[in-house]
Structure formats: structure tokens, C-alpha cells
């Protein structure tokens, strides 16, 4: 690549305008930028595209959220920097837990510029995070499952060495953070998060969408 090249950037978002405003944004900041409606049209564009060196994701989204996009892009783009972005967060810069991101950016502040610099420093220390990520597997996001004959609410991992999936008794559903157990068969650490985006409401989540999703994932 040489300096004359423009950094691409793909910004994934459900809201039109949200996704156009944030796109001119950055164009504006001298990037080129491709756009996806949610996690499976961002990866679909990433099979297809030059990928980007850089991602800025909106976490609810309906088909694939955020949160497991960005578990996916972790473990399969590693070289990719990712910013996440939200409403349903207060918090200022820091990146909340269980959130596979390097930043994180509150949608409501419109700062703009903040939005620039931290993308400009991510670009800038690609090198390094892409190391960083490659030294811990990224975690998988698991869905809820529900409980089991006894009541115990239990989830099913897949190792990410042997590809086996065993089931996971586990004293809460809602823990925000990566969590890590050994795989049942070849006893590697397997990484993963428990599927929390249904607590995590943002203002423009709408009632019937997440009884509908409720609904899908059962009881
Ligand atoms: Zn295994």
C-alpha cells in the first residue's frame, strides 16, 4: 500500500441514517468507506470486498447483533481494528465488558471529531493490536439455551481447537464479560461470552423486536 491509497473503513449499522451520517463523517476525514446493514451483510461484504482496516459497528442490530459480529471478526480478522458504537451505553470511552472491540464510541454525544481521532490512532497502532488479538483466541458469543431437566440454566460451546461442542452448566446467564473454560475433550481453554444483548437496550430497540427475538431464542 502506498500513502497515495485512502484507509477503508466499513461502518455496519441498521439505522439508514445513522449509517449515512456516520459514513460522511468519515468521508470527510479523508476515508473511503464501505457500508453494511447488519453482521451477516458486514461479513458477506468482507468475503467479497478489500477488507477494511478498520470496522465501526452498532451493537443491536436484528439478524446478527453487534456483539457476535465482532466475536466473529475477532477470530477471523484479527488484523481488523474495531470500534463500537451504541446508545444503550453511558460510558465514556472505555469499552464496555464483554464487548470484542479495541474502542468504544457513545452514539448520542455526537463528537465527531473524537469519532476521527480515535479511528486515526487504532489506523496508526494496527501493528500492534493486530498482535495483541492474535495472542488470545477470540471468544466465542454463545447464545442462551435455558435450563436443563434440573432447572440449572446451561449453554452448549464449541471448542475452538477440536471443533467438538459440549454442554455447560453455569450458575448465571447474565455475565457481561469473556469467560473461559476448558474444553471437555482436549481440555484447551475455550473463551467465550454468554449472549447478553437482550439486557443491553438502546433507545431505538423496539418492544415488539425484542419480544419477537424472546420468542426465537425460547424460554
Ligand atoms: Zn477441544
Not at 488479538?133 to 432447572?151: C, F, L, M, T
Not at 475452538?160 to 481440555?187: A, G, K, M, N, Y
Request: hydrophobic share 40%; charged share 25%.
Amino acid at each position: 500500500m502506498n500513502n497515495l491509497s485512502k484507509h477503508l473503513i466499513l461502518v455496519v449499522d441498521d439505522e439508514k441514517r445513522v449509517r449515512e451520517s456516520t459514513a460522511l463523517v468519515l468521508r470527510s476525514g479523508g476515508y473511503d468507506v464501505n457500508t453494511a446493514e447488519d453482521g451477516f451483510d458486514a461479513l458477506l461484504q468482507l468475503r467479497n470486498d478489500p477488507l477494511p482496516e478498520a470496522i465501526i459497528s452498532d451493537l443491536n442490530m436484528p439478524q446478527m447483533s453487534g456483539f457476535e459480529f465482532l466475536s466473529v471478526v475477532r477470530r477471523r480478522f484479527p488484523e481488523i481494528a474495531v470500534i463500537a458504537i451504541s446508545g444503550a451505553y453511558e460510558s465514556g470511552d472505555h469499552v464496555p465488558g464483554g464487548i470484542i472491540a479495541d474502542a468504544f464510541y457513545a452514539k448520542g454525544h455526537h463528537r465527531p471529531e473524537e469519532l476521527l481521532r480515535t479511528l486515526a490512532e487504532l489506523i496508526r497502532t494496527r501493528a500492534e493490536q493486530a498482535a495483541h488479538h492474535r495472542e488470545q483466541p477470540a471468544p466465542v458469543w454463545i447464545p442462551r439455551n435455558g435450563k436443563d431437566s434440573k432447572g440449572v440454566p446451561f449453554i452448549v460451546l464449541t471448542c475452538t481447537q477440536c471443533l467438538r461442542s459440549f454442554p455447560l452448566s453455569i450458575p448465571r446467564e447474565d455475565v457481561h464479560e469473556v469467560q473461559e473454560t476448558p474444553c471437555l475433550f482436549c481440555s484447551s481453554p475455550v473463551r467465550y461470552v454468554i449472549d447478553f444483548s437482550l439486557d443491553v437496550k438502546s433507545p431505538t430497540w423496539h418492544e415488539p423486536q425484542v419480544k419477537a427475538n424472546r420468542a426465537k431464542l425460547g424460554p
